[in-house]
């Protein structure tokens, strides 16, 4: 499958198979977000695997991970990110979203459904899971195998903006 197929193919998955996520296609998903470029190779990331019930149950303190069987914690250290030296600008964020990013896409191609979640209380995720100060989640990805219908990839036809309301060329002219 091309790189754009897989990516229209992929969509957030909110219900999950009783079914678990097979250890070398997790080795996979990880592969694919330790390969991700970072600022000056830098890479902040920090990844907690969650998949026994004692972690899942502490992440649904957290969050809603809709039952999946595995959900990747992606966090990012701060003492180690690249600063841009014109404004300060930390891409602790921006390094941890390519890593979630490649491991997301990686699961597509796996046969995998996914979720990538912004909506959690960091606080307690950091309480439950020991990280340290200086390391910040970031994002979370829930994986499994998903039950239910798949969405239909032309969906990206009616669903995304045209590319002339959000490209332009040579200058901001939006």
């Excluded at 921006?94 to 046969?111: F, K, R």
């Excluded at 239909?152 to 002219?173: G, N």
């Amino acid at each position: 499958m091309g790189f754009l197929e897989m990516a229209k193919k992929r969509y957030s998955v909110r219900k999950y198979a009783d079914k678990p996520v097979e250890e070398d296609k997790l080795q996979q998903i990880l592969e694919a977000g330790r390969a991700a470029p970072t600022a000056v190779n830098f890479q902040p990331q920090r990844i907690i695997v969650v998949r026994e019930k004692a972690g899942l149950d502490k992440l649904k303190k957290a969050a809603q991970v809709y039952d999946a069987p595995l959900a990747i914690i992606v966090c990012a250290d701060h003492s180690v990110a690249w600063k841009r030296p014109f404004d300060g600008k930390n891409t602790v964020d921006i390094d941890a979203s390519i890593v979630t990013d490649h491991m997301m896409l990686q699961a597509t191609e796996l046969g995998l459904g996914s979720v990538w979640i912004c909506y959690f209380k960091p606080d307690v995720l950091k309480e439950e899971f020991n990280i340290p100060d200086q390391v910040e989640p970031v994002n979370l990805l829930a994986v499994g195998y998903a039950a239910g219908e798949a969405l239909a990839p032309d969906r990206h036809d009616t669903l995304r903006k045209p590319l002339k309301d959000t490209v332009c060329f040579e200058t901001y002219h939006l």
